[in-house]
């Protein structure tokens, strides 16, 4: 039987039914010869092609919802001080996005940072290299013990060193100082506190004598976020190099001082010797040093008694 020819030539030999029958059968011959042909480029070309892998994710952490943290949608903001109580370093406001991140509902606390020293001897207070904090590491802990009653409040008289030393062994890191303002700002827009612009000792722990220490971690209302003592409690460090004028020269997306980006500080922290971000107020300080806004430099050894920190995670 011929399938194959011209159709003039078909047509010279045979009647016009059977042209019909054998142009069918050519035209079906031809799809199933092009579907084959398809199949096996599709089932050969990763064998073929050593460059061709299976797309592997940047980001190794699992996107299950980590326990303790919030996931803060991505957006943008107006970043910096919009009052008159702003100091030059809140300036200019200028605007920011920001990608999704997850953010702790608390301060790191006590028995948190215990169970990390324990994990890791190496920053023990008897362990810590000497170039890693300011002599007054823990000072108020007794060896590897917190003070009795202490476990639920934010560990404080912690170096930046420290800090991140503990967010690496969490899995998680330290925010940034635009991601630490966007979810302190809780979703309103400039304004002074994470609930608005009047001061409110029902809503933070803030001013000598209420309650003059540090509170119980989640003591006070979330704000708009479900974030606890973004403002109050202890200060909290933030990964950024401090500039007083990086607002001046803030990229729009994901701003991040002395780094090209938050992977950086793995493997990295260590070199780290200019001084770092600190944001927020701490349990002894005014209202105007509770601003969302302001910003402070700290070196990276400083252990502040009204200091602490806070973790973020990428999403
Ligand atoms: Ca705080």
Known sequence: MRISGTPKSVEKGSGKKDFIV????????????????????GCGGDKESPDRV????????????????????????????????AEANELPVHTVYIDAFYMDKHEVTNSEF?????????????????????????????????PRGYANHPVR???WYAAVAYARWAGKRLP??????????????????????????????YTSGNPGDTTPVGKYPSNGHGLHDMTGNVAEWCLDKYDKNFY????????L??????????????????????????WHHSPKGLRISIRSPGSPSDCYGGGGFRCARTQ
């Open 176 to 205: 940034t100082e635009a991601e630490w303002e966007y979810a302190a700002r809780g979703g309103l827009q400039g304004k002074k506190y994470p609930w608005g612009d009047v001061p409110d000792t029902g809503k933070a722990n």
């Open 257 to 282: 001082s002395g780094a090209e980006n938050v992977n950086w500080f793995i493997g990295h922290f260590t070199r780290v010797e200019t001084d770092r971000v600190v944001r927020d107020g701490y």
């Open 248 to 255: 001046s020269i803030s990229p729009r997306e994901n701003p």
């Open 54 to 85: 299976k797309p592997v994710s940047a980001d190794p952490l699992p996107l299950a919802k980590p326990r303790g943290m919030v996931l803060i949608p991505a957006g943008e903001f107006q970043m910096g001080g919009h009052d008159r109580e």
């Open 22 to 41: 054998r142009k069918a059968f050519r035209a079906y011959t031809l799809v199933i010869i092009g579907l084959l042909s398809v199949f096996i480029q």
């Open 114 to 146: 215990q169970k990390f020293i324990l994990a890791k001897p190496n920053w023990q207070r008897g362990w810590i290299k000497d170039r890693f904090h300011d002599g007054r590491y823990l000072e108020h802990w007794n060896g590897n013990k917190y």
């Open 157 to 159: 008289y912690v170096s």
